[in-house]
Nanobody, 122 residues
Framework: VQLQASGGGLVQTGGSLRLSCAAS????????IGWFREAPGKEREAVVC????????YTADSVEGRFTISVDNAKNMHYLQMNSLKSEDTAVYYC????????????????WGKGTQVTVSS
């Protein structure tokens, strides 16, 4: 299994950024995928997660209406579109292979990819 996140960078408040995750070694039909983030001094948290077989999406309250996930099965890629970015979105973002898309319902992480830094400046 490999997961490689990319697309992070420095963006101004209110701006947008799209993160990409290249996945290999597993099928999106069998495992959910998700984006997590870890800010300095805070615990890693789930941001947006998705499972293709039931079309279920989990979105954290803090990013509801601003962040969306998309999947390209043909390319084994998934993306996190982040709009209306705020300074509190600053974190290292990780993509993950999950057992289910809802962390509240036993959707644990099976494999972590390396993170990509997102910094939102005011």
């Amino acid at each position: 299994v490999q997961l490689q996140a990319s697309g992070g960078g420095l963006v101004q408040t209110g701006g947008s950024l799209r993160l990409s995750c290249a996945a290999s070694g597993f099928s999106f039909d069998d495992y959910a995928i998700g984006w997590f983030r870890e800010a300095p001094g805070k615990e890693r948290e789930a941001v947006v997660c998705y499972s293709t077989w039931d079309d279920n999406t989990y979105t954290a309250d803090s990013v509801e209406g601003r962040f969306t996930i998309s999947v390209d099965n043909a390319k084994n890629m998934h993306y996190l579109q982040m709009n209306s970015l705020k300074s509190e979105d600053t974190a290292v973002y990780y993509c993950a292979k999950m057992f289910y898309s809802d962390p509240r319902l036993g959707g644990g992480v099976d494999y972590w990819g390396k993170g990509t830094q997102v910094t939102v400046s005011s």
